[in-house]
């Protein structure tokens, strides 16, 4: 079964820095893997996919995101950040459940705190 | 347009009472999801659909049960409320038009139950 690990479960910056959330999956066949943030009080939406080809993934909201199949990672970037962009963000790794069918498995969760 | 939406948004039950936690999405969806989140955890896949009249377990199905008679309204029943079942839950869909591997779930806003 696949898993997925996000080692920060809170990440303080200061408004305008950079800042990168990490995630790091374990799986032995291909993956796709996705980041989803949830705002306060609301669901999660996408922020971007891996799916295929170029292992940088520019998503919304000027985040991107790294895919290294080496490291198994799959870590999220943003050069400047906002207050708006205060949330939790979700790593996932979809996987094959049986009879055509896949489930996403999610992370723990990182929260993002922007700091004024 | 309205995505997926999900009612009631708040409910406090009282142990051992049953409720019904609805979802309906107007995007003709194929696939649709059913959630639970807790603190810290992620989430947790309940039960999913691949289409009307098919449903199937996901990671944590205990105390829960679905039909899915339409496309559009994917319901998950609670049948004897316990305090372990106290979480936040959504619900997705996803139209698996690319494959469900590389779907983009949708989430609908969640509905925040209290067993007590």
């Known amino acids: 079964a696949q898993s997925v690990t996000q080692l920060d479960s809170q990440v303080p910056v200061f408004e305008e820095a950079p800042v990168e959330l990490r995630c790091n999956y374990s799986?032995?066949?291909?993956?796709?893997l996705f980041w989803y943030v949830q705002y306060p009080n609301q669901g999660l939406q996408l922020l971007l996919k891996?799916?295929?080809?170029?292992?940088l993934v520019k998503g919304i909201n000027g985040f991107e995101a790294e895919f290294n199949k080496s490291q198994t990672s799959f870590h999220l970037r943003k050069p400047s950040v906002h207050i708006s962009d205060t949330a939790e963000y979700f790593c996932?790794?979809?996987?094959?459940?049986?009879?055509?069918?896949?489930?996403?498995?999610f992370g723990k969760g990182t929260k993002l705190s922007v700091i004024p | 347009n309205a995505g997926v939406t999900q009612t009631p948004k708040f409910r406090i039950l009282k142990i051992g009472q049953s409720m019904t936690l609805q979802c309906t999405q107007d995007?003709?969806?194929?696939?649709m999801y059913w959630y639970r989140q807790d603190p810290g955890m992620g989430l947790k896949l309940i039960y999913y659909?691949?289409?009307?009249?098919?449903?199937d377990k996901g990671e944590v199905p205990n105390g829960y049960n679905v039909s899915r008679s339409t496309t559009e309204d994917f319901p998950l029943r609670l049948e004897l409320a316990a305090p372990s079942q106290t979480s936040v839950y959504f619900c997705?869909?996803?139209?698996?038009?690319?494959?469900?591997?590389?779907?983009?779930?949708?989430f609908g806003p969640g509905t925040r139950l209290t067993v007590l």
């Open positions: 996932a790794v979809n996987q094959y459940s049986g009879a055509g069918s896949y489930q996403l498995t």
């Open positions: 997705a869909s996803s139209p698996s038009g690319g494959g469900p591997a590389t779907d983009t779930q949708y």
């Open positions: 799986s032995s066949v291909s993956v796709y």
């Open positions: 995007m003709n969806h194929n696939y």
């Open positions: 891996y799916l295929s080809g170029s292992t």
């Open positions: 659909s691949v289409g009307a009249g098919i449903t």
